[in-house]
């Protein structure tokens, strides 16, 4: 079977390895408890040996039911849900700035807060697929569109900012290099997908270059969400080394007074992306998160899709026990209306 494997019998308590396994056995120990009594009271009793070994059956039968006899399926397909994120994250030296908050008082880096923001709209897009693009410099597309959340989440979690030595300003559009022929592609591929895009910057514009509008992306976008983290107050952005390691106490300093330089988030600037892509803006801090409100249009749609890595499931397989129980216990009902009649 394509993309299909079974592996050998196991066992799936329907009622947990706690509740089942006890129920199995109480169920077992009270036939043979009643055809050992039964036996003591021959032949004061119409009860056959035969008779009683057919019940034990029927408990025994009942008790691996309630065991669950299963089988390990290994799938590399999955039905995803027709809905594709574009999450475009912010990677400018700014973003290393420690004045952001995601739902506590705790001060984290504006990077920091992006990863939280990612995992909340991976986990409130189940079976959504997803893709990834880091933007500074340059804009690329990390990674490409995948149904494996956890992917994405890893992604985030590893995002470093730029270099200070290979910084040249922040330019808030370098995202639709990416984010345009993307979507373009999964549009071809997929024309009725639901496509959402999210935004995630501290809105920062400190290049002399005029930004692009974002409202090129809504001719593949449904629609958006531009998501600032960081504060107006702001603070000094921190010296990164080439290999992203962020230097304490050490800052980039502003070449027009020669002191370390002020990065303050720009809600102006992110709420005219959001306006550009049709969608909405949200600035996560110490009281607003991403949640349900913040849900975008979802399709409504599925459709089969093969993964990278295969996944196990477990399918019961207690049909051919139903059938043995049926069987026992129409023999049983047989055997107590022949009983029934001799007794008239």
């Known amino acids: 079977m394509n993309g299909l494997t079974l592996s050998s019998l196991t066992l799936s308590p329907m009622f947990g390895w706690i509740v089942s396994p006890v129920l199995a056995i109480a169920v077992v120990a009270l036939a043979v408890a009643g055809m050992v009594h039964a036996m003591r009271l021959r032949p004061d009793t119409d009860a056959t040996v035969l008779g009683w070994i057919r019940r034990v059956l029927i408990a025994v039968t009942i008790a691996i039911m309630l065991l669950t006899p299963s089988t390990v399926v290994r799938t590399e397909s999955r039905a995803i849900n027709a809905t594709d994120v574009f999450i475009a994250v912010d990677v400018t030296g700014s973003m290393a700035v420690k004045d952001a908050h995601y739902g506590s008082g ?38 490409p569109l995948t149904p494996d959340a956890r992917a994405i989440d890893n992604w985030a979690r590893t995002l470093r900012a730029e270099p200070t030595s290979t910084s040249s300003g922040s330019n808030l559009d370098k995202a639709v290099d990416a984010l345009l022929p993307a979507m373009k592609t999964v549009r071809q591929q997929h024309p009725d997908d639901t496509i959402i895009v999210v935004y995630i910057s501290d809105g920062e514009q400190n290049t002399t270059e005029t930004r692009r509008t974002f409202s090129s992306l809504r001719a593949y976008a449904d629609t958006g969400i531009s998501v600032g983290v960081g504060s107006t107050a702001g603070g000094n952005i921190p010296k990164i080394g080439d290999d992203g390691t962020v230097s304490e106490g050490q800052y980039v300093n502003d070449p027009s007074t020669g002191k370390p330089g002020v990065s303050k988030m720009d809600e102006k600037n992110l709420k005219a992306i959001a306006d550009e892509m049709s969608g909405t803006y949200v600035h996560v801090d110490v009281d607003r998160t991403i ?16 993964t990278h890595k295969a996944r196990e499931h477990t399918v019961p397989v207690v049909w051919p026990l139903a059938i043995a129980l049926c069987v026992l216990l129409a023999w049983e009902a047989l055997d107590w209306m022949a009983k029934s009649r001799r007794l008239l």
Do not use: W
């Open 106 to 143: 705790e001060a984290i880096t504006r990077l920091a807060a992006a990863g939280k923001v990612v995992s909340a709209v991976t986990d409130r897009y189940p079976d959504a697929s997803f893709a990834a693009i880091g933007f500074g410099t340059s804009a690329t597309l990390d990674v």
């Open 291 to 306: 949640g349900e409100q913040d849900m975008q249009a979802v399709s409504k749609n599925f459709r089969m899709t093969q």
